[in-house]
């Protein structure tokens, strides 16, 4: 089966600090990307990876940064966390580059900023 | 820019009722387009797709074709059950695997 894990379900940091959210697949996948999802606005795209190293902005990055130092993990970091960060945010992967292919979802993480 | 549009929510319906969620697009060229679930609790997973115009995609009784002509890709279902209670978004992808959300309709069903 497979599987897009994410570190942590469910964190509460304080306005200010780093934060880290980690996602790991097991499929061997090129593609990497980190959405956050609000009520009434569905998911937005905060950056994706082609490859190891390689990133690339999506439509919401301000605030937000991203490393990919091996091919299955995709770190999203927020530098210092605002309130505004508050959403569930969701890592994916699929396989190919270039072709309609479907995402695999791992099941998010829920981060309030106080 | 591209984008897709849903038909508010939330939607409740009882079971076995006919289930329609509407979804329309803005996008250039071909995009293809998506319907992703997400039950309670769960990352989304995908549900159906099309990738040209008059195809129909389906799956679990879902069903949803593609019409260029009205930029729609419509989600149904013949008869819902309780399991189907869900978030469902549709989408579009703009190449290389970007997808574009809608806002997400929640469907709850009824016994």
């Known amino acids: 089966d497979v599987k897009v894990t994410q570190s942590s379900r469910y964190l509460v940091k304080r306005t200010g600090e780093k934060v880290f959210l980690e996602c790991v697949q097991d499929m061997d996948h090129e593609n990497m990307f980190w959405y956050r999802q609000d009520p009434g606005l569905g998911l937005r795209l905060i950056y994706f990876s082609y490859d190891v190293k390689m990133k690339e902005k999506g439509d919401i990055p301000e605030g937000y940064s991203v490393s990919r130092e091996k091919k299955e993990r995709f770190s999203l970091i927020l530098e210092s966390a605002s309130t505004n960060q508050t959403s569930m945010y969701l890592c994916?992967?699929?396989?190919?580059?270039?072709?309609?292919?479907?995402?695999?979802f791992g099941e998010g993480s829920r981060l309030t900023v106080l | 820019g591209d984008s897709v549009t849903q038909m508010e929510g939330p939607v409740t319906l009882s079971e076995e009722a006919f289930l329609t969620i509407n979804c329309t697009y803005t996008?250039?060229?071909?995009?293809?387009l998506f319907w992703y679930v997400q039950y309670p609790g769960e990352g989304l997973q995908l549900l159906l797709k099309?990738?040209?115009?008059?195809d129909k995609g389906s799956n679990k009784g879902f069903e949803a074709t593609y019409r260029k002509e009205t930029t729609s890709f419509h989600l149904e279902k013949g008869s819902v059950q309780v399991s189907d209670s869900a978030v469902y978004f549709c989408a579009l992808s703009r190449g290389a695997q970007k997808l574009v959300f809608g806002q997400g309709t929640r469907l709850t069903i009824n016994p």
């Open positions: 994916a992967s699929s396989l190919a580059r270039g072709t309609a292919g479907e995402l695999f």
């Open positions: 996008a250039t060229g071909y995009p293809s």
């Open positions: 099309a990738t040209k115009a008059d």
